[in-house]
């Protein structure tokens, strides 16, 4: 009904435009609800509510305007005070794609895999200090935030399907390299996408973050001792960038303040070249963090597979709500969904979060992953 309410209150010549974080659904919508005459110029503020607009990319989508109303436009958003970057819509998705699709499925899946462990991070003494400080407090804060930006962007935009596909691929082979023991072949490749993804540096200087950056932000007292991690979440997400062709460094204009973390992390691991080597090994020879990089592995692909394949999100759906006594606690949570107003994204984004997921869907439905 909201499309049209807007009709009907559009003056002729009137300037429309969305802030949402996917532009091929909206652009669609305006195309076929908003009358010729109306112009559309649309823009996405790349950084959450409670991050200062100063200074941050803010895209600009002339869709269907005259320069003029561009510059209207221009004019009343100066007020933000961010730097404008002026993109077509599907440049915008892909872009959005790149930087924040798969960066959001990588946090989730810790959480997902610390929450199936029964684990608070920072009460562990291997995940306090250094990069271990990045992907808790990034990883708390997406999970303090509203659950249907992160669904929203995972399953409307056309592109990210592609990103979070592959990333689900990346985690799980480079997982199966590490428990087969085949070092080279793990070396090889994840060195070949190290070498592909980040440009030679001169120096330390160089680097988007530094030691004592990372170290600042800990939620645990700091051991003497740091407890060498494989970093299976890094690792993957650097070939998924190689396996895709993507180059961050490209996206830098349009990058959220997340993004430039996670870049800034893995740039950390990949140009140093002992880390690196740590790293490689601690997967080969290690099994401190087997059991919390198998349930990244099914976080990983269960949301993969959850974004890929609506029609059995449906059918789960219908399933629930036709079981209302059913003896599966999921289909019971799902039966409850299905008498209130929520919509199929709460529930999309309700499985993801759920600890028993995959059990439950790997029973239930029989799912193949390939």
Known sequence: MVHFLIVAATKQGAIVGGQTSCKAPEVAAFERHLPADVEIISCHSLHGPNVDSNGQPLVIIKHRASEQSLELVEKLLSCFGSKHVHLSAERHDVITADTQAVTHAAFLSMGTAWHANNQFPWEINRY??????????????????????????????????????????SVTELFKLMLGG?????????????????????????????????????????????????????????????????????????????????????????????????????????????????????????????IRLPPLLHDVYALAASNAHSRSPILSELNAYSHSPRSILAIISYLISTVSVSACILHNFELCYD
């Open 128 to 169: 306090v200090g250094g990069i271990e400080n990045v992907k808790i407090n990034v990883t708390l804060r997406i999970y303090s935030n509203k659950w249907h930006v992160y669904a929203g962007l995972a399953i409307l935009n056309p592109s990210a399907k592609k990103q979070i596909r592959q990333y689900a691929k």
């Open 182 to 306: 085949h070092r080279a072949e793990l070396s090889h490749r994840i060195k070949t996408a190290g070498a592909a993804v980040f440009k030679p540096q001169e120096s330390d200087e160089d680097l988007l973050l530094r030691d004592e950056v990372l170290d600042r932000f800990s939620l645990g007292k700091v051991p003497s001792e740091r407890t060498p991690n494989n970093h299976l979440s890094l690792l993957a997400m650097v070939d998924c960038w190689w396996q895709l062709g993507i180059v961050p460094y490209d996206h830098m204009i349009c990058s959220t303040p997340l993004f430039r973390l996670w870049l800034g992390v893995t740039e950390y691991l990949f140009r140093k070249p002992q880390l690196l080597e740590e790293v490689i090994t601690t997967a080969i020879e290690d099994n401190t963090f087997r059991s919390d990089d198998l349930e990244f592995t099914f976080a990983a692909r269960v949301s993969n597979h959850f």
